[in-house]
T-cell receptor, first 110, second 111 residues
Framework: SQQGEEDPQALSIQEGGNATMNCSYK?????LQWYRQNSGRGLVHLIL?????REKHSGRLRVTLDTSKKSSSLLITASRAADTASYFC??????????FGAGTTVTVRA | DAGVIQSPRHEVTEMGQEVTLRCKPI?????LFWYRQTMMRGLELLIY????????DSGMPEDRFSAKMPNASFSTLKIQPSEPRDSAVYFC?????????FGPGTRLLVL
């Protein structure tokens, strides 16, 4: 069953703009991860944030985690055409088993 | 390392036929996961192994599905007999920690 739910389902942004997507989950977690999937490819890990962290950065990515609200957000700054992809949040509650959300499809327009 | 390798990349078969999907995890990774992705149900975990031992197969849809991991460098997912509703992309992923590394997937179409 899917633990995380991403919002929005899809978004379209102008190249150079920022894209924000959110993830909500139901049960307590050890960590939350974000993955990217380009069309026709496997998922690629982007960033991991632990339950005791509130914010994390990696290049143009910024992730926040609010465990009191059971939610996380992923911000992509200065977007590029190569950022066009689906983005998934995944929660880890035990034994490295991940539960993935339905994903947010991001389209970056030139 | 070449990453997680899956074969075949595409498979078209007729209903009732046996289908075998193959996966070679990244060397040194002790966890292996099989997922199925469809538009309707998203990404579903089917089964996962730790040190070649199946840990949780609660996601396997029914007895038509079986998975094996005879050694640390090879796993198979078998569907027998296949049905049109099994059409999906099947991913294998491996890890030795918290981050999972996905293969390119096998796109299965059952006619």
């Amino acid at each position: 069953s899917q633990q995380g739910e991403e919002d929005p389902q899809a978004l379209s942004i102008q190249e150079g703009g920022n894209a924000t997507m959110n993830c909500s989950y139901k049960t307590s977690i050890n960590n939350l991860q974000w993955y990217r999937q380009n069309s026709g490819r496997g998922l690629v890990h982007l960033i991991l944030i632990r339950s005791n962290e509130r914010e994390k950065h990696s290049g143009r990515l910024r992730v926040t985690l609010d465990t009191s609200k059971k939610s996380s957000s992923l911000l992509i700054t200065a977007s590029r055409a190569a950022d066009t992809a689906s983005y998934f949040c995944a929660t880890d509650s035990n034994d490295y088993k991940l539960s993935f959300g339905a994903g947010t499809t991001v389209t970056v327009r030139a | 390392d070449a990453g997680v390798i899956q074969s075949p990349r595409h498979e078209v078969t007729e209903m009732g036929q046996e289908v075998t999907l193959r996966c070679k995890p990244i060397s040194g990774h002790d966890y292996l996961f099989w997922y199925r992705q469809t538009m309707m149900r998203g990404l579903e975990l089917l089964i996962y192994f730790n040190n070649n031992v199946p840990i949780d197969d609660s996601g396997m849809p029914e007895d038509r599905f079986s998975a094996k991991m005879p050694n640390a460098s090879f796993s198979t997912l078998k569907i027998q007999p296949s049905e049109p509703r099994d059409s999906a992309v099947y991913f294998c992923a491996s890890t030795q920690g918290e981050t999972q590394y996905f293969g390119p997937g096998t796109r299965l179409l059952v006619l």
